[in-house]
């Protein structure tokens, strides 16, 4: 089964505020993370990644956080905006040879 | 830009027919993904390939099979079709670039939605 989940299957905010889309995962020899955006109709896109050296890495209006002590991986947009209404993927890679293991997803609808 | 092609956004196909779904890369990618989107259940790893000739199984690999005679170029296969496969079929592709090992940052195409009736 998966060891990657999510807090939230959806979660609505104010255009302007920030956003949080959370998501757990269950092995701690993951060692590499990453968050996808999907837009309707579209494949999944990259929008920031993190390894488990780190804490915490920075993007355009991103933020992704890496809590080793809880297996808890965040997503953080500051000042939403009505184009990041999307689902919201979190992905981890174990050791060895296994492709990415992807969770179920959250859905973020921005409110004008 | 990576660019992942899938040979079609949308296909209607019947049950029992053979179905072959196309995936193209062109950033000399050794690995090649496919997975399937259901609402609800996430991406689902099909089967996956780290080299030219190589397969291995996903997580869901019944009901499906998969050729790599190039690096580029990744197809899936539905050997006979069944409604319980109308899904959005999703590619990918990874290898080494500046930055990244091979089997992380993964590009994905923009998918192919299959209808089976």
């Known amino acids: 089964g998966e060891s990657v989940g999510l807090h939230l299957p959806t979660l609505s905010v104010q255009e302007g505020d920030n956003s949080i889309i959370n998501c757990a995962y269950s092995?701690?020899?993951?060692?590499?993370f990453i968050w996808y955006k999907q837009e309707s109709g579209k494949g999944p896109q990259f929008i920031i990644d993190?390894?488990?050296?780190?804490d915490k890495r920075q993007g355009q209006r991103v933020t992704v956080l890496l809590n080793k002590t809880v297996k808890h991986l965040s997503l953080q947009i500051a000042a939403t905006q009505p184009g990041d209404s999307a689902v919201y993927f979190c992905?981890?890679?174990?050791?060895?040879?296994?492709?990415?293991?992807f969770g179920k997803g959250t859905r973020l609808s921005v409110i004008a | 830009d990576v660019k992942v092609t899938q040979s079609s956004r949308y296909l209607v196909k019947r049950t029992g027919e053979k179905v072959f779904l196309e995936c193209v890369q062109d950033?000399?990618?050794?690995?090649m993904f496919w997975y399937r989107q259901d609402p609800g259940l996430g991406l689902r790893l099909i089967y996956f390939?780290?080299?030219?000739?190589?397969?291995e199984k996903g997580d869901i690999p019944e009901g499906y099979s998969v050729s790599r005679e190039k690096k580029e170029r990744f197809s899936l296969i539905l050997e006979s079709a069944s409604t319980n496969q109308t899904s959005m079929y999703l590619c990918?592709?990874?290898?080494?670039?500046?930055?990244?090992?091979?089997?992380?940052?993964?590009?994905f195409g923009q998918g192919t939605r299959l209808t089976v009736v």
């Open positions: 990918a592709s990874s290898g080494e670039q500046a930055g990244w090992s091979a089997r992380e940052k993964a590009f």
């Open positions: 092995n701690s020899a993951s060692d590499y």
């Open positions: 993190i390894r488990s050296n780190m």
């Open positions: 992905a981890e890679l174990l050791s060895g040879n296994t492709p990415l293991v």
């Open positions: 950033m000399d990618h050794e690995n």
């Open positions: 390939s780290y080299d030219v000739k190589m397969k």
